[in-house]
């Protein structure tokens, strides 16, 4: 069964650097999305992404964030500068062709630390 | 009132029993709604689609009532690895894409 993958699982930062969080959805899809979630908190949209533009974003995705797919495969999250409340889980997720009604397919994560 | 509301339990049940959440979400537009499961620690997996007549999948079954604007889910004979975080998941009327997630009910199933 096809899946959604992300690397790494696991990234730790210091605060102030760079993150590049990468996932590679679903090959046939062509929705993609990626959502965060604090510790013991609930998932939080971020942003969509369809033909190659960001179709919505959340007011969490400010400038200190972007995305990009940068080949037929990849889809990216940039964290420019990092911050301490950063840290939580980012889950890429993707869809197919109806994104009113396709279920989204989350990837297993990346746990971002920001120290 | 919250996008969507659940209550986070949790919800302590004896194997075998039948246990049901509610989710409310306050936007009488919203036309799509899906519960998700998550363990601890692991991504949130589609658990069934909601649709306007209700519809079963073995021993869950899901409700929508647009009057009062929820959505149920009802486990029956539950198991141990039914034990989860449920989450209630609504797509945004005015959006194609964005979804809303509840912060979800903790099951916890019980020799």
């Known amino acids: 069964e096809p899946e959604v993958t992300q690397t790494p699982s696991h990234q730790v930062t210091q605060m102030g650097q760079e993150v590049i969080l990468r996932c590679v959805p679903i090959?046939?899809?062509?929705?993609f999305y990626w959502y965060r979630q604090i510790l013991g908190q609930k998932v939080e949209f971020l942003v969509s992404f369809y033909n190659n533009e960001i179709s919505e974003k959340s007011e969490i995705f400010d400038d200190q964030f972007s995305v990009e797919r940068p080949d037929g495969s990849n889809f990216t999250l940039k964290i420019r500068s990092t911050k301490l409340e950063d840290s939580a889980m980012y889950f890429c997720?993707?869809?197919?062709?109806?994104?009113?009604?396709?279920?989204?397919?989350f990837g297993p994560g990346t746990r971002l630390t920001v120290l | 009132r919250k996008e969507v509301e659940q209550d986070p339990g949790p919800f302590n049940v004896p194997e075998g029993a039948t246990v049901a959440f509610n989710c409310t979400y306050s936007n009488s537009a919203s036309q799509s709604f899906f519960w998700y499961r998550q363990d601890c620690r692991k991504e949130p997996k589609l658990l069934m689609s909601?649709?306007?007549s209700g519809n079963e999948d073995g021993r869950f079954t899901a409700q929508l009532n647009r009057a009062s604007q929820y959505i149920s889910l009802l486990i029956r004979d539950s198991k141990l690895s039914d034990s989860a975080t449920y989450l209630c998941?609504?797509?945004?009327?005015?959006?194609?894409?964005?979804?809303?997630f509840g912060s979800g009910t903790r099951l916890s199933i019980r020799p």
């Open positions: 998941v609504v797509l945004q009327p005015s959006s194609a894409s964005k979804i809303i």
């Open positions: 997720a993707s869809s197919g062709r109806d994104s009113n009604t396709d279920t989204q397919y």
């Open positions: 090959s046939n899809h062509l929705y």
């Open positions: 909601v649709y306007s």
